[in-house]
């Protein structure tokens, strides 16, 4: 199977601080993409990364993609109350976009 | 800012029934994609759609599923003889032909409960 799976499963930690989730995978990919998505909402889109990268940032976020090891990490820096949500990594190969299971972060006061 | 709107945002249905999901892609996106999120687990790949043909399914997309592209706007999932486990959360996506490395834009979804 071609799908990420994301540790840890659930994260909590304190406003400010940073969380850090991992994603590994099992194929080859054209490139791995990380999505949140609020309770009961739709998944937004945060950052891609392609595979011949290493490292990417984006505001707050940091993405890093070890091809050698099929892995990747989003790192939050900084956190706030609004980045409570689900945090899904997806790899993409060809036309299909596959999920893993997702890191549910929660951001405490 | 463009966006995928998905409708009904809730559908209940009687066990057995067939329900039609629709979906309006951003206009100028040609790939097309729906997935299933059973509550609180993961989003399941359903299949993808380009060039007015299937161009990828799951395991999960078993004779029980169609898509349809019927006016060339419109992006349609229907579901035949629905059982209780085909409740879910079902998300549409859509996305442009500038290659592999673009971002897939998500509708709010369509929560389908069967009873």
């Known amino acids: 199977s071609q799908q990420g799976e994301e540790d840890p499963q659930a994260l909590s930690i304190q406003e400010g601080e940073n969380a850090t989730m991992n994603c590994s995978y099992k194929?080859?990919?054209?490139?791995l993409q990380w999505y949140r998505q609020n309770s009961g909402r739709g998944l937004v889109h945060l950052i891609l990364?392609?595979?011949?990268?290493r490292e990417k940032h984006s505001g707050r976020l940091r993405v890093t993609l070890d091809t050698s090891k099929k892995s990747s990490s989003l790192l939050i820096t900084a956190s706030r109350a609004a980045d409570t949500a689900s945090y899904f990594c997806?790899?993409?190969?060809?036309?299909?976009?596959?999920f893993g299971k997702g890191t549910r972060l929660h951001i405490l006061p | 800012e463009p966006e995928v709107t998905q409708t009904p945002s809730h559908q209940v249905t009687q066990m057995g029934q067939e329900v039609i999901l629709r979906c309006v892609p951003i206009?100028?996106?040609?790939?097309f994609y729906w997935y299933r999120q059973i509550l609180g687990q993961k989003v399941e790949f359903l299949v993808s759609?380009?060039?007015?043909?299937?161009?990828?399914k799951s395991e999960i997309f078993d004779d029980q599923f169609s898509v349809e592209r019927p006016d060339g706007s419109n992006f349609t999932l229907k579901i035949r003889s629905t059982k209780l486990e085909d409740s879910a959360m079902y998300f549409c996506?859509?996305?442009?032909?500038?290659?592999?490395?673009?971002?897939?834009?998500f509708g709010q979804g369509t929560r389908l409960t069967v009873v």
């Open positions: 996506a859509s996305r442009d032909d500038r290659g592999p490395h673009t971002e897939a834009f």
């Open positions: 194929t080859s990919i054209n490139n």
């Open positions: 990364i392609r595979s011949n990268e």
């Open positions: 997806a790899t993409v190969r060809d036309d299909k976009i596959i």
């Open positions: 206009s100028n996106h040609l790939y």
């Open positions: 759609f380009y060039n007015n043909e299937i161009s990828e």
